[in-house]
């Protein structure tokens, strides 16, 4: 039952707590409750190849990953999810070759290029700068920290916990190799980091 | 004071400051003063630190211009001649611009596949039984109780008595629409589909479902391999749950393009 339940709440891709695990599907099973969360683990790795992941130890909150490697393309997805990832990718390459934190007017500048603009609605993305800061944040694709002694307010971005576990430096570093059409070892210092 | 300037990577200033210090400490006589000469190096050095950073991220020769040209390439940009009237100048981006780098940036990701809508219920109670169970608490709900527990139940009983409810309703259609021309099943999905809400589609699957797993319908494969429902014929008690009609689980899938 815990591995349907987490089946589905994973659909919005917001952590799962265990708070409503425990409230929704373990009940009155409190006291197993490790056993049984070990447990839904191993059976989700067996049956389906997802890893169940603690990303916040204090909240105990949980998400699935695959644990397959990347496959090739076709990836039965539907084209919503497909073009968030495809700004999320963008965004998480921004920030990585530039130093793993960047300011919110650089990002966006960025993004003023690729036709997404802060303020407007994006045809495609809708209210784009809520889905950056508040859908991928609530994901915990992205973390979003206001920079001290700022005025007028300003904010860095950086990679979230859900990103370093389901990409990796090296994985992003290659997209943009690809993009770009040269060899990851073109950017040095990128590379040293992303291999280190 | 003159912080920008400094940390500038075209200034000399930051040298030129050190320099002038030194010559400065050269005459220094006093503890004073040699004091200043450290608290000015702590500073130099920060400042150092600092422009030494900047420096790096320039040195990784990392350009966003080009890089966001090359996405909008990886798009499909059509980069046609900028027209008179033209609002989006430098071209032209498809439909599928972002679907494309999705796509691509799939490949990067180690991500779980959402689950998308499956048949069956997450209850592992008949719904009957614990129905009746409710009845009688709802019986003995003169005696003394804490007031929180009440309450928690009663939340409890409309979700649950809600989908019994459409289950009864769906199964009272069912019946009607049979009695009408008991020889004919009717076709699944023009039973369930509401061609107006996909979101009410799926809730329809959902609570037919609950009459199929209560043995309360049947569903098959007619001629042209398309789903058919009908009530089951009323049998012997007992045996509907074990009888012919084997049960088998199946998983249907609906997506939102399929059901427009």
């Known amino acids: ?196 | 004071e003159n912080r920008e300037e400094m940390l500038s990577s075209k200034s000399n200033r930051l040298t030129e400051a050190l320099e002038e210090a030194n010559k400065l400490f050269e005459k220094v006589c006093r503890a004073r003063e040699a004091a200043l000469d450290a608290q000015f190096l702590v500073l130099a050095s920060n400042l150092g630190k600092e422009k030494a950073n900047e420096l790096h991220s320039e040195m990784t020769s990392f350009d966003s211009a080009t890089f966001a040209e090359d996405l909008l390439t990886l798009m499909g940009i059509n980069r046609i001649e900028a027209e008179e009237n033209d609002s989006e100048p430098g071209g032209f981006l498809p439909r599928d611009a972002w679907q494309k780098v999705g796509e691509e940036a799939l490949k990067y990701f180690r991500r779980a596949p959402t689950f998308h809508y499956m048949l069956g219920s997450f209850k592992s109670d008949p719904p009957v039984a614990k129905q009746r169970i409710e009845r009688q608490k709802k019986a003995s709900r003169g005696e003394a109780k804490q007031i929180m527990p009440a309450q928690l139940k009663k939340m409890e009983e409309s979700h649950e008595e809600a989908t019994e409810k459409e289950v009864e309703r769906i199964l009272g259609i069912l019946q009607t629409l049979f009695e009408n021309d008991p020889d004919t099943p009717i076709s699944f999905f023009d039973f369930v589909i509401d061609p107006n809400s996909f979101a009410r589609t799926v809730e329809n699957m959902f609570h037919v479902s609950f009459l199929i797993r209560d043995g309360l319908a049947e569903l098959r494969l007619d001629d042209d391999k398309l789903p058919v429902i009908e009530p089951t014929k009323s049998r012997k008690v007992g045996e509907e749950n074990r009888g012919p009609g084997a049960r088998k689980q199946v998983v249907m899938s609906l997506t939102q393009e399929e059901w427009k």
Request: glycine letters at 4%; a positive charge; charged letters at 25%.
């Open chain 1, 1 to 196: 039952e815990l591995v349907q339940f987490l089946l589905v709440k994973d659909q919005k891709k917001i952590p799962i707590k265990r708070a409503d695990m425990l409230k929704n599907v373990i009940r009155e099973y409190r006291d197993a409750y490790m056993e049984i969360v070990s447990q839904a683990g191993r059976i989700l790795q067996e049956t389906f190849g997802l890893q169940l992941v603690e990303i916040d130890p204090k909240l105990h909150s949980y998400i699935l990953i695959s644990s397959l490697p990347c496959a090739e393309a076709n990836h039965p997805c539907r084209a919503k999810e497909k073009e968030k990832m495809g700004l999320l990718i963008v965004i998480l390459s921004f920030i990585f070759m530039k130093g793993n934190a960047v300011k919110d007017s650089a990002l966006w500048e960025f993004l003023r290029w690729l036709r997404v603009h802060p303020g407007e609605q994006h045809e495609i993305f809708g209210d784009v700068q809520k889905l950056v800061t508040e859908e991928f944040v609530r994901q915990k694709y992205l973390k979003i920290t206001p920079i001290p002694l700022m005025d007028p307010p300003q904010f860095s971005y950086q990679w979230g916990p859900r990103a370093a576990q389901e990409t990796s430096k090296e994985d992003i570093l290659n997209f943009v190799a690809k993009v770009q059409g040269k060899n990851p070892k073109f950017w040095t210092s990128q590379h040293n980091e992303a291999t280190a």
